[in-house]
T-cell receptor, first 110, second 114 residues
Framework: GQNIDQPTEMTATEGAIVQINCTYQ??????LFWYQQHAGEAPTFLSY??LDGLEEKGRFSSFLSRSKGYSYLLLKELQMKDSASYLCAVSLDSNYQLIWGAGTKLIIKP | NAGVTQTPKFRILKIGQSMTLQCTQD?????MYWYRQDPGMGLKLIYYSVGAGITDKGEVPNGYNVSRSTTEDFPLRLELAAPSQTSVYFC?????????????FGDGTRLSIL
């Protein structure tokens, strides 16, 4: 079966750094996505990794280790607007179907 | 730019009623998807389509039907609503070509079956 694990909830302080982890066991792998979802809103795309290593995009970075089935999303200089759920999703095959984790709710405190 | 548009935004149905959730996109994306999102759970794929006239089942297709007569539209039909179908439904679309194409989501339809 397919399995993606993320912590349910995390709390961090405004201005700090937080790392949200995602581990996966899937029958195939064609890349890993991170999405942000504010409460009551649609998911929006943050990053994509298919090769091992770190991808940096402003305050957000995403890391992938395919051999370990592991990814993390790193958020720097946290702002109150970063309070949201962060969803990890694995692409299995060329039809681009995604398997989604349950998401990590990130709470930012002043 | 409209992107992916879903209607209605909210709906309450009685058990056994039927309805169609509408989804349209103006980005000329070939790939379209329907998901449901339950509290504390990941998005679950109901149906997807890789182009007009082609649809296929996802993880949780029972109780739903879809059609794809045009590139733009991908409606989801609930024939006999059941309380287990209470959920938030998201439609999404993406470009084909390479696996790094992200999915673009509509704002969702919040459906309650009572």
């Amino acid at each position: 079966g397919q399995n993606i694990d993320q912590p349910t909830e995390m709390t961090a302080t405004e201005g700090a750094i937080v790392q949200i982890n995602c581990t996966y066991q899937t029958s195939g792998f064609n890349g890993l996505f991170w999405y942000q979802q504010h409460a009551g809103e649609a998911p929006t795309f943050l990053s994509y990794n298919v090769l091992d290593g770190l991808e940096e995009k402003g305050r957000f970075s995403s890391f992938l280790s395919r051999s370990k089935g592991y990814s993390y999303l790193l958020l720097k200089e946290l702002q109150m607007k970063d309070s949201a759920s962060y969803l990890c999703a694995v692409s299995l095959d060329s039809n681009y179907q995604l398997i989604w984790g349950a998401g990590t709710k990130l709470i930012i405190k002043p | 730019n409209a992107g992916v548009t879903q209607t209605p935004k909210f709906r309450i149905l009685k058990i056994g009623q039927s309805m169609t959730l509408q989804c349209t996109q103006d980005m000329n994306h070939n790939y379209m998807y329907w998901y449901r999102q339950d509290p504390g759970m990941g998005l679950k794929l109901i149906y997807y389509s890789v182009g007009a006239g082609i649809t296929d089942k996802g993880e949780v297709p029972n109780g739903y039907n879809v059609s794809r007569s045009t590139t733009e539209d991908f409606p989801l039909r609930l024939e006999l609503a059941a309380p287990s179908q209470t959920s938030v439904y998201f439609c999404a679309s993406s470009r084909p070509g390479s696996s790094n194409q992200p999915q673009h989501f509509g704002d969702g339809t919040r459906l309650s079956i009572l």
